[in-house]
């Protein structure tokens, strides 16, 4: 059997008993069923937080019961059939048998993923830090180079002629002095 909650609300232009004979014909229905009521919480006349079919109160009535799924169906169908029911919301809780704790191994597990998703983390920043600075390097290593530039006509043709090939007309005067003595 599952536990189910199941909230409405009543219009507030009904008087107490007629308001009351409502609720038991309901409750009636998770009986005829075959299911157990377990508790049945009447709040009263509230304020709406929004206005419903121009109404800003309405009577709020909760109830708690197990069940087979048939019944909030049922339920359900009642609702739309009675005009006076405004709204209504029908819940599955949990089941009592089974709390929702954390173990340890869970934990644990959580905790090992938490810890490898921060060392890849790690990783792909080092990685990252590793690759500009390698960036950096590169650039300094070329802005560091010299760079050549076209040499003159005349300074290729000396690099490639001999220096016995080199034309009088163009040592310099010094040379040539020295040469004709």
Do not use: C, S
Request: hydrophobic share 30%.
């Amino acid at each position: 059997m599952r536990q189910y909650e199941t909230a409405f609300l009543i219009t507030p232009k009904l008087e107490e008993e007629e308001t009351e004979k409502l609720i038991e014909k309901m409750a009636e229905v998770v009986k005829k069923k075959n299911g157990k009521m377990v508790n049945i919480e009447k709040w009263g006349k509230r304020r709406l937080a929004y206005p419903i079919d121009k109404l800003d109160e309405a009577v709020y009535v909760f109830f708690h019961y197990e069940g087979d799924p048939d019944i909030p169906h049922e339920l359900q169908r009642r609702f739309r059939q009675t005009e006076t029911v405004i709204r209504y919301l029908t819940l599955k809780k949990e089941e009592a048998g089974l709390p929702r704790k954390k173990t340890k191994a869970t934990r644990r597990k959580r905790a090992d993923a938490a810890e490898m998703k921060q060392k890849a983390e790690e990783e792909k920043e080092k990685e990252k830090a590793k690759t500009k600075e390698e960036k950096e390097e590169k650039q300094e290593d070329i802005l560091e180079t010299p760079v050549e530039t076209e040499k003159p006509e005349k300074e290729k043709l000396k690099a490639k002629k001999p220096e016995a090939e080199v034309l009088e007309t163009e040592k310099p005067e010094a040379e040539k002095a020295t040469e004709e003595k």
